[in-house]
């Protein structure tokens, strides 16, 4: 029988919102990035591993995270986790071509260290992707519960990932087609005083465990199928609001941070030329 991280495990996998947010982010990785073996990837915030088997797609993974209890789960998982803290990752500068930042840097106090962090430890030409939550007045008990510190705004991101040196390819609002529901609900919630019980067996202080409401498994299965649509939606053009923020950076390879970067669509008409 699974043990109980490896149950929250599964139903995180299951759960909507990550696999609708797994499908952006490969989206976006396949139509900027590609496949390949001989990359180094970086997950930054790694808990018990629950990316870096997509990430693999990417190139050999290297996972980080400041909790020892999600790092054990993710070494039995067979993964390479190290124990660090985003604002002084242990790794060289330009070590990585890829670093991945998901749902992780809302929890950090500085998230400018953060960044400059992640843009120390990416290879000149190598890309970082970023997703947060959006909009500080979509606020609710949730991100007390998951200890965010801060929601940023689509702008907010993008001149945070300037400051730290990227050049932005691309950045758009997730969860676009649930936003006038989700808002709703967050909206009544609050002007109800209704919060999550949080003596409920699905909300723990344990990092790497789902700290989400359960949902029905037929409105699960419904927005796991919106979660797709918006998925190829995002493949075709940015969004222009949501409940979430995926962003894609590259740190430039000239001193003057101005790099001639190839178009997803200039790539697949040069026959799948890397960048």
Same mark, same amino acid.
């Given at each position: 029988?699974?043990?109980?991280?490896?149950?929250?495990?599964? %139903?995180? #996998?299951?759960?909507?919102?990550? =696999?609708?947010?797994?499908?952006?982010?490969?989206?976006?990785?396949?139509?900027?990035?590609?496949?390949?073996?001989?990359?180094?990837?970086?997950? @930054?915030?790694?808990?018990?591993?629950?990316?870096?088997?997509?990430?693999?797609?990417?190139?050999?993974?290297?996972?980080? #995270?400041?909790?020892?209890?999600?790092?054990?789960?993710?070494?039995?998982?067979?993964?390479?986790?190290?124990?660090? #803290? =985003?604002?002084?990752?242990?790794?060289?500068?330009?070590?990585?071509?890829?670093?991945?930042?998901?749902?992780?840097?809302?929890?950090?106090?500085?998230?400018?260290? @953060?960044?400059?962090?992640?843009?120390?430890?990416?290879?000149?030409?190598?890309?970082l992707v970023v997703t947060v939550p959006a909009f500080m007045w979509?606020?609710?008990?949730? #991100?007390?519960?998951?200890?965010?510190?801060?929601r940023y705004t689509a702008g907010e991101l993008r001149s945070r &990932? %300037?400051?730290?040196?990227?050049? /932005?390819?691309? /950045?758009?609002?997730?969860?676009? &087609?649930?936003?006038?529901?989700?808002?709703?609900?967050?909206?009544?919630?609050?002007?109800?005083?209704?919060?999550?019980?949080?003596?409920?067996?699905?909300?723990?202080?344990?990092?790497?465990?789902?700290?989400?409401?359960?949902?029905?498994?037929?409105?699960? =299965?419904?927005?796991?199928?919106?979660?797709?649509? %918006?998925?190829? &939606?995002?493949?075709?053009?940015?969004?222009? /609001?949501?409940?979430?923020?995926?962003?894609?950076?590259?740190?430039?390879?000239?001193?003057?941070?101005q790099d001639h970067l190839i178009s997803p669509r200039s790539r697949?008409?040069?026959?799948?030329?890397?960048?």
């Amino acid at each position: 029988m699974a043990s109980t991280p490896m149950l929250v495990l599964l %139903e995180e #996998d299951r759960h909507w919102w990550f =696999a609708s947010r797994t499908r952006a982010l490969l989206g976006l990785l396949d139509l900027y990035v590609g496949p390949g073996d001989d990359r180094k990837v970086l997950d @930054v915030g790694a808990g018990a591993g629950n990316m870096m088997h997509h990430l693999a797609h990417y190139g050999r993974v290297i996972g980080v #995270d400041n909790n020892p209890r999600p790092i054990a789960v993710a070494r039995e998982r067979g993964y390479e986790v190290y124990l660090g #803290d =985003a604002q002084g990752l242990p790794f060289e500068d330009g070590e990585f071509d890829l670093v991945a930042l998901l749902d992780t840097v809302e929890h950090c106090p500085d998230d400018r260290a @953060v960044l400059q962090e992640c843009f120390r430890v990416t290879r000149p030409g190598g890309h970082l992707v970023v997703t947060v939550p959006a909009f500080m007045w979509l606020w609710s008990y949730n #991100d007390v519960l998951n200890k965010h510190q801060r929601r940023y705004t689509a702008g907010e991101l993008r001149s945070r &990932l %300037e400051e730290a040196g990227f050049t /932005i390819r691309y /950045i758009s609002y997730n969860n676009f &087609l649930i936003f006038p529901l989700a808002a709703l609900m967050i909206l009544a919630r609050r002007w109800l005083g209704r919060q999550p019980d949080l003596t409920s067996p699905h909300f723990s202080d344990d990092a790497y465990q789902v700290e989400m409401e359960p949902v029905a498994p037929w409105l699960n =299965a419904l927005l796991s199928g919106v979660g797709r649509i %918006e998925a190829a &939606l995002l493949r075709r053009t940015p969004l222009p /609001i949501g409940t979430s923020i995926i962003a894609l950076a590259q740190r430039p390879t000239h001193p003057d941070g101005q790099d001639h970067l190839i178009s997803p669509r200039s790539r697949r008409e040069r026959g799948g030329e890397k960048d």
